[in-house]
Structures are given as structure tokens and as C-alpha cells.
């Protein structure tokens, strides 16, 4: 298992064989990084860069209640993507650009209310999961297709009987 670190690692921390349970190091973000990196350890109510995850890891945005303990997610970023909001929340505004991702926190001063983020090392699927993905894409594929087609299909047929009965009957 990988101890949690404060600071960047010189290479790269190698994956874990299976999910944990807990963020297996705290997220690093450069140094020079415009605004700055949402360093949770301060009061703030200004904008910060949100780290982007690694390969084969899942960092996520939430705030925690101080009291309860109650954490309510706001976004996450997985797989080395942008960072992407998991529910609407009115308070944090999140906004990216094509290669970096923005929060703005309101202030935590005087607040029940902390936000972290957290990261946690995902193992690389099996050529195994890979193909059960595939086919359970072209399954659902192949079911939406059917659907759709059936849905076609009762609608000329709907067309064709409505016609078929508004069409005046010959004469004897």
C-alpha cells in the first residue's frame, strides 16, 4: 500500500492491486499553477486550480460537514480527464477550460463547512473487463437500435391501418 504523502513523489507511485478504501496520497498541483492550487488547508473564498487525477485514479471534490461528518460530493476527475460535476451545488462553481479545471470556494471562515479533495488509486483493468465492457456496450447498442426500429415500425404501421380506415368502402 502507498503511504500518503504532503508533497509530489520524484517518479510516479506505483498502482495499487486493488481500490482503497482511503486517498492514498494528498493531490499535488504545480507550483506555478495560476490561480492557485486548492490548497483545503485555508480559508478561502477566491478561485483555485483543481488538481486533474492520474492515470488510474479518482480524485473527488466534496464538502464535509464539521459536525456531522456528512460529506456531500461535488465533482470528480478520474483517469487523467477534466473535472466534472456530480451534482449541482450552489455554493461551488467549477469551470474548465480544454486542459485545466477552476473552483471557486466560498469562504470557509468561521464555517461548518470544509471541502477536500481526495485521490485514490484505481487498478489498470484486465484485458478480461476491457472485453466485458465491449460487449456491454454493443448489447446496449443493439437494444437501443431494436428499439428505435420498433418504434418505426408501429408508426407506418399506425400510418397504414389510419389510412385504411378513412378510405372510403366501393360501392356494390
Given amino acids: 500500500m502507498v503511504?500518503?504523502?504532503?508533497?509530489p513523489t520524484a517518479a510516479p507511485t506505483p498502482?495499487?492491486?486493488s481500490p482503497t478504501a482511503s486517498p492514498t496520497h494528498a493531490p499535488s498541483c504545480s507550483l506555478s499553477a495560476v490561480p492557485p492550487c486548492c490548497s483545503l488547508t485555508e480559508s478561502f473564498n477566491r478561485s483555485c486550480t483543481l488538481p486533474t487525477a492520474g492515470s488510474h485514479q479518482l480524485?473527488?471534490?466534496s464538502e464535509r460537514t464539521v459536525s456531522t461528518g456528512v460529506v456531500k460530493p461535488i465533482a470528480r476527475s478520474y483517469e487523467a480527464k477534466l473535472w466534472e460535476e456530480v451534482q449541482q451545488h450552489s455554493n461551488v462553481k467549477i469551470s474548465c477550460t480544454t486542459t485545466v479545471c477552476k473552483a471557486m470556494l466560498p469562504?470557509?471562515?468561521n464555517s461548518q463547512v470544509?471541502?477536500?479533495i481526495r485521490?485514490?488509486?484505481?487498478?489498470?483493468?484486465?484485458?478480461q473487463?476491457?472485453?466485458a465492457r465491449l460487449l456491454f456496450q454493443t448489447k446496449m447498442l443493439t437494444l437501443i437500435i431494436t428499439l428505435i426500429l420498433t418504434l418505426i415500425l408501429t408508426l407506418i404501421l399506425?400510418?397504414?391501418l389510419t389510412l385504411i380506415l378513412t378510405l372510403p368502402l366501393p360501392l356494390p
Avoid: N
Avoid at 485521490?119 to 484485458?127: E, F, G, L
Fill in 3 to 7: 503511504s500518503p504523502t504532503a508533497a
Fill in 15 to 17: 498502482p495499487t492491486g
Fill in 59 to 61: 480524485r473527488t471534490l
Fill in 107 to 109: 469562504s470557509t471562515e
Fill in 114 to 116: 470544509k471541502y477536500e
Fill in 119 to 127: 485521490t485514490y488509486d484505481v487498478p489498470a483493468p484486465s484485458h
Fill in 129 to 131: 473487463d476491457l472485453a
Fill in 158 to 160: 399506425t400510418l397504414i
